[in-house]
């Protein structure tokens, strides 16, 4: 187990400086022509697929380094270029950790590699958990998927939202109730392989920021996918589904906070993606402020200002700490018995919000138009309180873990 510290080794700073650049060089230039396009930019996820980037290997090298810090770090980074393109890089990511955490070697050795095709035929992949009545509350999901034994088939049917990739990628993962009995308990993951009869693409939502990400619904219409593309197969389905018929005679409120946990392990990674957004706002406005002459003399030289910059940059450094603490804590094992997790990603949402918000007053009325980022940074900024569990939910765990008691 790696102690924790503050500072990246030479290796972790290389990579740090070659995303970084990806990020300068590539990514912003083309980020507004792709807000405007709402368009899933292609050519800039092709790009990163060249030098490595975006891969499998890439990301499981970070998700592996002992010191936690390799996520962070890289989605701090690349969403500091620019949080609708590198949403685009990062989407198919979701699915894959789908498949990593709950499938067998060999679904893992035979979908994976499909989600991401290569640097000549780039893929995305969808995860689809989400739908229109069940987003925080998990347990209200309608999406059935029913055994046809005599095929040794499963049939899905339901509609999924705010799948980003979805009805494009080549690869969905979709969660679906196989026991509407057992709440979230009852849910199982299935890959839908390519070009399968009866998914279609719903409504593409028209989105107020991170617009150059693909956001959709998906339709599941008699979809049948073959018993093998269970992840993790039928037996260990069949053995999960009795113990949690069992454990829920004994206590099912202990057994929904223990499938709150489980995400708690995922949310730093969003807490970084949000650090990399608002340190971008921020180095906007203080260049903006060193460089602005108002009465003769820079913006920064009024307290008000300095004082805003002084503020906005304390909040950046304290949300990387506590994402960067959840994410060592999870590679440790160390368990998050305050809810490290949530208060993570909860800060960090809340500080991009309010930096980028305070990066378009500083920059007035040039911070309101186009023609600068902050006005697009601040329209990303407003996902991070969303996805991934809003704000509102980080707070009722952090609640419930700190009092332990169930709190509504």
């Given amino acids: 187990m790696a102690e924790f510290s503050f500072e990246l080794d030479d290796e972790q700073k290389a990579v740090r ?41 890439f990301y499981a090298q970070q998700y592996f380094d002992p010191t936690g810090l390799g996520i962070p770090m890289a989605m701090e980074e690349l969403f500091w270029g ?9 989407g198919t990511g979701l699915a894959a950790v789908g498949v990593l955490a709950n499938g067998t070697e060999e679904q893992i050795g035979t979908w994976v590699p499909q989600m991401y095709g290569d640097a000549n035929d780039v893929k995305v992949a969808a995860f689809c958990s989400s739908e229109p009545d069940a987003g925080s509350d998990v347990a209200s999901m309608r999406t059935r ?9 499963w049939v899905l049917n339901g509609t999924k939202t705010w799948a980003t990739n979805g009805g494009i990628a080549n690869v969905h993962v979709v969660v679906a109730v196989v026991d509407p009995g057992l709440g979230s308990k009852g849910h199982a993951s299935f890959i839908i392989p390519p070009g399968t009869p009866g998914l279609s693409q719903g409504q593409k939502f028209k989105k107020h920021g991170i617009r150059a990400s693909h956001t959709a619904e998906v339709v599941l219409d008699g979809v049948r996918v073959p018993g093998h593309c269970l992840l993790g197969g039928k037996e260990k389905l069949d053995e999960r589904l009795a113990r949690a018929r069992e454990r829920a005679k004994e206590g099912g409120e202990r057994l929904k906070n223990a499938a709150m946990a ?31 002459q108002q009465f003769g003399r820079p913006i920064i030289d009024n307290q008000g200002i300095a004082f805003q910059l002084s503020d906005m940059r304390t909040r950046i450094d304290a949300a990387r700490l506590l994402v960067w ?25 809340e500080t991009a919000k309010e930096v980028t918000a305070q990066a378009v007053q500083i920059l007035g009325g040039n911070g309101f138009t186009r023609e600068y980022p902050v006005e697009r940074m601040h ?18 765990v952090i609640a419930r873990t700190l009092s332990g008691m169930p709190i509504r």
């Fill in 82 to 90: 620019d949080a609708g393109i590198a949403l685009s890089i990062v």
């Fill in 262 to 292: 489980t995400f708690e392990a995922s949310r730093p990674a969003v807490g970084a993606m949000a650090v990399g957004t608002a340190r971008a706002a921020y180095e906007v406005a203080l260049d903006y402020a060193r460089t602005r």
């Fill in 325 to 349: 603490r959840a994410s060592w804590m999870a590679v440790s094992g160390k368990p998050f018995d305050s809810a490290e997790g949530s208060m993570s990603k909860l800060f960090a949402s």
């Fill in 379 to 396: 329209r990303d900024a407003a996902i991070y309180t969303i996805f991934e569990g809003t704000s509102e939910i980080q707070r009722l």
């Fill in 17 to 57: 400086d070659w995303i970084h650049g990806f990020a300068a060089d590539v990514m912003r230039p083309a980020a507004a022509e792709w807000d405007e396009r709402e368009e899933t930019p292609w050519p800039i996820i092709q790009e990163a697929a060249k030098i490595g980037l975006y891969s499998l290997d």
């Fill in 145 to 153: 998927a029913v055994y046809d034994e005599a095929k040794d088939e």
